[in-house]
């Protein structure tokens, strides 16, 4: 099993529309995680951070379910600028070592 | 700020040879780290350097080496090229830790042959 595996893509979807992403995650050690929006031969941007909370932002939401070991972006009210990659990104300590663990991204085209 | 800066833009090298790119944080940060990203998957964990030490490896061959420099930028080098190692090559700094948020430089595109 990969250690972070994210849905497989590519999801079109019609404005307005809303669309979900999952990741998960093999080692309940995780300790961060995050979206990051990539967009094509573009370097990864930070989307946002994912606390156990819960957080919204604007029209995105991205929720953590430690027990279940997955994290979720929620885009609502689908734009046009939304069309990119999405990553999720999970950090890890092991021992003296820092990890940061990428999934391969979410290709998302929103059509008009 | 120029923000997170890395040279050079785009690179052609043939097998065997050898390879040096370089990448500048943004002012005030004191950790680098690098990443391999083959097209159409994600980013892959290289290196993470701070305050010059190394604090992150990643599952590259030791033909992978980096460094930090007193100013805090840094060198990835890479040995003994392969064609696998086509790629780009982003650097991303951080304020302090593994847990803040990155910014990334535009990358080094790299074409071996």
């Known amino acids: 099993r990969k250690e972070v595996e994210q849905d497989p893509g590519p999801f079109n979807v019609p404005e307005g529309a809303t669309v979900a992403f999952n990741c998960t995650y093999s080692?309940?050690?995780?300790?961060?995680f995050f979206w990051y929006r990539q967009d094509c031969r573009k370097e990864p941007k930070l989307l946002m951070s994912?606390?156990?909370?819960?957080n919204e932002d604007g029209r995105f939401t991205a929720q953590l379910n430690r027990a279940s070991q997955y994290i979720s972006l929620l885009i609502r009210d689908s734009k046009l600028s939304d069309s990119a990659t999405y990553l999720c990104v999970v950090t890890l300590n092991a021992g003296n070592n820092r990890k940061l663990i990428w999934g391969l991204g979410t290709s998302l085209a929103v059509n008009p | 700020d120029a923000g997170v800066t890395q040279s050079p833009t785009h690179l052609i090298k043939t097998r065997g040879q050898q390879v040096t790119l370089r990448c500048s944080p943004i002012?005030?940060?004191?950790?680098v780290s690098w990443y391999q990203q083959v097209l159409g998957q994600g980013p892959q964990f290289i290196f993470q350097?701070?305050?010059?030490?190394?604090?992150g490896r990643g599952n590259f061959p030791d033909r992978f080496s980096a460094r930090q420099f007193p100013n805090y930028s840094s060198e990835l080098n890479v040995n003994a090229l392969l064609l696998g190692d086509s790629a780009l090559y982003l650097c991303?700094?951080?304020?302090?830790?593994?847990?803040?948020?990155?910014?990334f430089g535009p990358g080094t595109r790299l074409t071996v042959l």
């Open positions: 350097y701070y305050e010059k030490e190394e604090r």
């Open positions: 080692n309940s050690a995780s300790q961060s």
């Open positions: 994912v606390y156990s909370s819960g």
């Open positions: 991303a700094s951080l304020a302090s830790g593994i847990y803040n948020e990155q910014f």
């Open positions: 002012s005030g940060h004191k950790s």
